[in-house]
C-alpha cells in the first residue's frame, strides 16, 4: 500500500513540475501581451514588459511565435495526469 502510494507520488512530482512551469509561462505571456500594444507605459508596466520579454525569449529557444494556446490546453489539460489519478482512485 504504500509501496503504491510512493509510486503514485513519484509519477505526478513532473506532472506537478511541468504544471508550474506553465503557470508561470502563461502569467509572463499575460503580462507581455498586456503591456505589447499599449503606449505609453508607466515605468513599473515598462519594467514589467521588459523582464515578461526577456522571461519569454529565453523561454522559446529561438522560436518566435509564444505558444500560448499550446500552454493553456497542456495547463488544463495535463498528460498523464489522468491515468496517474484513476489509478490511485481504483
Excluded at 46 to 64: E, H, S
Aim: aromatic share 8%; net charge positive; with cysteine.
Amino acid at each position: 500500500m504504500i509501496g503504491e502510494q510512493l509510486d503514485i507520488q513519484g509519477k505526478l512530482k513532473p506532472v506537478e513540475r511541468r504544471l508550474g512551469t506553465l503557470k508561470k509561462h502563461l502569467e509572463q505571456a499575460d503580462i507581455y501581451f498586456k503591456c505589447k500594444g499599449k503606449k505609453p507605459l508607466t515605468e513599473a508596466e515598462q519594467i514589467l514588459f521588459t523582464t515578461a520579454k526577456d522571461y519569454l525569449k529565453g523561454v522559446m529557444n529561438g522560436k518566435t511565435t509564444i505558444p500560448t494556446r499550446t500552454w493553456k490546453e497542456e495547463y488544463s489539460n495535463p498528460a498523464g495526469y489522468g491515468a496517474i489519478t484513476d489509478k490511485a482512485a481504483g
